[in-house]
């Protein structure tokens, strides 16, 4: 699979960098208990820390809400994901158990403190593309609201858009019956290329080890 960067992206987000991992033959299940048990500390560990810690201090939710305001969009209203995450922990709302898949795309998230999205292969269509959206394009998103993507970063397939570091769309989610997916990592422009190769692979491995299969790493600058 192939995944192109608009120039308007590239203009209003200089350096922007996406990794995206393709995993093939994977088997998404209740997420193992041991693993649950690790996530739930992570979390835990997290919600003492901002005890003393403001969450626009936190590294890579600061970079993404300039991302954010880059494109024209306000991150007091339309936050990155990965800061909704922090936010709910902050509050003591801790994530509960979904899925093998989305729980460790979830842990991702909040140990890089950057938006992660997991998306069924098998529910895109052709080459994929990140933009800025323009004024009609919208979706529903996974809380049940027509999701307006003016201005808002976001990537599409040749269906239309389908995920973004704001909130995904219900077209592509993973689920049990999912056995080729695709991993995308909306990184930090200021990370170095040999650093984001790294944390991919470690990324993949993680999620091979739970769900197995076999993955590709891919890095798009």
């Known amino acids: 699979m192939m995944i192109t960067i608009h120039n308007e992206v590239k203009k209003a987000i200089p350096n922007f960098k996406l990794g995206y991992i393709e995993y093939e033959n994977t088997t998404i299940s ?17 919600y003492f820390d901002l005890l003393d810690q403001e969450l626009k201090s936190v590294h890579g939710i600061a970079e993404w809400r300039k991302i954010f305001k880059q494109t024209g969009t306000d991150p007091s ?5 990965a800061e909704a995450l922090y936010r709910r922990i902050k509050k003591g709302q801790f994530l509960e158990p979904v899925n093998s898949g989305v729980d460790i795309n979830n842990f991702f998230s909040l140990k890089y403190s950057i938006p992660f999205g997991l998306y069924d292969n098998a529910k895109l269509n052709g080459q994929l593309s990140v933009m800025i959206g323009k004024e009609n394009d919208h979706y529903t998103g996974l809380n049940g609201r027509i999701i307006s993507l003016d201005k ?11 995920g973004s570091p704001y909130i995904d769309s219900t077209r592509s989610p993973i689920s049990e019956a999912t056995t080729d997916a695709i991993q995308l990592v909306y990184l930090l422009p200021s990370i170095e290329n040999n650093e984001a190769v790294k944390m991919l692979e470690s990324v993949a491995s993680m999620f091979v080890q739970i769900n197995g299969g076999n993955f590709k790493v891919n890095l798009v600058s």
């Open 30 to 46: 209740t997420t193992p208990q041991m693993f649950k048990g690790r996530f739930r500390l992570f979390q835990e560990s997290i």
């Open 77 to 81: 209203r339309y936050r990155p994901s």
């Open 152 to 162: 808002i970063l976001h990537t599409a397939d040749e269906n239309g858009p389908f």
